[in-house]
């Protein structure tokens, strides 16, 4: 409760440090650095990147991708807690860093509550429970789940590493459909698909992005996304809640954040910017072939998904049994 209180409080308190709405005008007047808090190729570096073209042309000014991985992305969310509050830096922030971090890290390098000052939710993704096509036969995920408790030993299903969404998500519907399940940590999709394409891992529920080119393909199988709507490009595959599986509404969407203290007038102009970009139709259309959808909030918006999502990570936190010391 005092985190989300603080989550709260610092977005509320950052009105009073803003200046005259000509700042708000002036922003940007130079080169802007935007921290990306993971390696370069990624879904989230090519998704900041397609943001970043398109501010460069709204905002007038260069807009430079500064890759700070590690630590499940908390080394460059540190560095933008500890960076200048004028303007010149701010980061895309994920759904782990405002939900999930601060259950599953025993100390953090920077408080999200305090140390981050929410701009406005950028695109948003859900997991996808996916099976190989040649090695399982679940057409539905009800079979899966039948299949599942049949398996002797249970089964094994695949994530990015300890405390991600997909890992989080995997063992909250293991536990929600009493599926006896392992959990086999990779370094990233590249490597989760082949060993199930292999027949090595059975399931995931995984990042849709990195899925789409093999369910297209017909090698996986989709059985259901935790977004809390069908996704457009997969409208035959239904939701969780459609499928049988309620209160798994999981997805994984991220945010642009400045470091506490930034004046709101320059905050406001990159939310204004940020809603503009987002309604552009050639632009969502690049965001969906990327595998992500285009959405946008005020800061205040940002703030009321982190409050509103926050319990049921915690949750799954606590299901997984993840803990980071």
Known sequence: MRLTRRVLLGTTLAAPLATPALAQAQ????TVRIIVPWPPGGSTDVLVRLY??????????TFVIENRAGAGGNIGLDALAKAPADGS??????VGHLCINPFLYARLPYDPAKDLLPAGIAW???NVAVVASQHNPSKTLAEFVTWAKAKRNGISYGSPGVGTTPHLSGALFAERTGIEATHVPFRGAAQTIPAMLSGDLDFALDNLAS????IQEGRMRALAVTSAERWPTLPDVPTMAEAGVPNMVLTSWQ????PANTPRPIVDRLSGALR???????????VLQAGALAVTSTPEGMVE??????PLWQEAVRVSGARVV
């Open 27 to 30: 922003w940007p007047t130079g």
């Open 52 to 61: 970043a073209e398109r501010f460069q042309s709204v905002l007038g000014q």
């Open 89 to 94: 830096v701010f980061s895309i922030a994920s």
């Open 124 to 126: 948003d993704l859900p």
């Open 211 to 214: 899925y789409i080119p093999v």
């Open 255 to 258: 945010g642009f954040v400045f």
């Open 276 to 286: 503009q970009v987002a309604g552009e139709q050639s632009f969502k259309d690049r």
């Open 305 to 310: 998904r982190a409050n509103k999502d926050r």
